[in-house]
């Protein structure tokens, strides 16, 4: 299959597998489920994919897990290139049902690349089966990754994720935020509290840290994703980031880029 978006209901997947592949300007879905299940492997440019309360960030290299039967959207904010694999229920077993991000090393990529070249006749065949089966296994011993933030199933705490996202609004203060948002900033604590867990300022934390391992993933530098997030320095932006993940963006890099 070309390297294009194809329509395609998974709902009528009669294949172990099938390959779909998009590389196009930047793309959301609305709210859906399907009944198989989904692999979605990221070329190029990152992937937000939101379960329940739960945003998985998925960038390139990476691939995030969806069950069969799970609600689900996806964003990509910027130009993108994924492939993705729709598997049939009956070959799930396998792999984690829970939706989560799992590295892709070279040969599960050389896998999906090829499942999403053959075509939908050739699937059963026989001489496909033993790529099913490598794919299936590949895929249920990939190693998982931390790209996952409490998003919260409340309106106003993903509208507040959005707002920051999609105007690059990190330059602004906790009590802008609350303001912009008809609140307090002590109120908008209680909310993120009940529905997160964490203050405002503990959720802010977290996001800018998954991006930036995203970000670091597609090869940006710690000086530009310093900027990014609006921190007053690298030397703040390495600190921070060694004091929550316990290593600095640098060894983030080279142990994520092998």
Request: hydrophobic content about 35%; overall charge negative; aromatic content about 8%.
């Amino acid at each position: 299959m070309s390297e294009v978006e194809t329509p395609f209901n998974p709902d009528t997947l009669e294949q172990p597998i099938l390959g779909v592949s998009y590389n196009g300007p930047s793309n959301k879905s609305d709210q859906h489920d399907h009944q198989s299940g989904q692999l979605l492997h990221s070329i190029r440019g990152v992937i937000e994919v939101q379960v329940e309360n739960q945003l998985f960030i998925v960038p390139p290299n990476n691939a995030v897990w969806i069950p069969p039967s799970v609600m689900h959207c996806a964003v990509s904010r910027n130009p993108i290139h994924f492939r993705s694999l729709f598997i049939h229920p009956q070959h799930c077993s396998l792999i984690r049902d829970t939706t989560h991000i799992l590295s892709v090393n070279e040969l599960l990529k050389a896998l999906i690349k090829r499942l999403c070249e053959i075509e939908r006749h050739e699937l059963n065949d026989q001489s496909t089966e033993s790529i099913v089966e490598v794919t299936l296994n590949e895929i249920a011993n990939a190693t998982q990754r931390p790209f996952t933030v409490i998003i919260s199933s409340h309106d106003t705490i993903y509208r507040i994720y959005d707002f920051i996202q999609e105007s690059n609004h990190w330059s602004l203060t906790n009590e802008d935020i609350a303001s912009k948002f008809a609140m307090s900033l002590k109120t908008m604590n209680r909310l993120f509290q009940k529905e997160t867990g964490m203050t405002f300022h503990q959720w802010i934390t977290q996001v800018k840290l998954m991006l930036a391992m995203a970000w670091l993933s597609e090869g940006d530098s710690i000086t530009m994703i310093a900027h990014r997030l609006c921190y007053s320095s690298d030397s703040a932006f390495i600190a921070q980031f060694k004091r929550h993940l316990g290593m600095t963006p640098g060894e983030f890099y080279k142990e994520n880029t092998q």
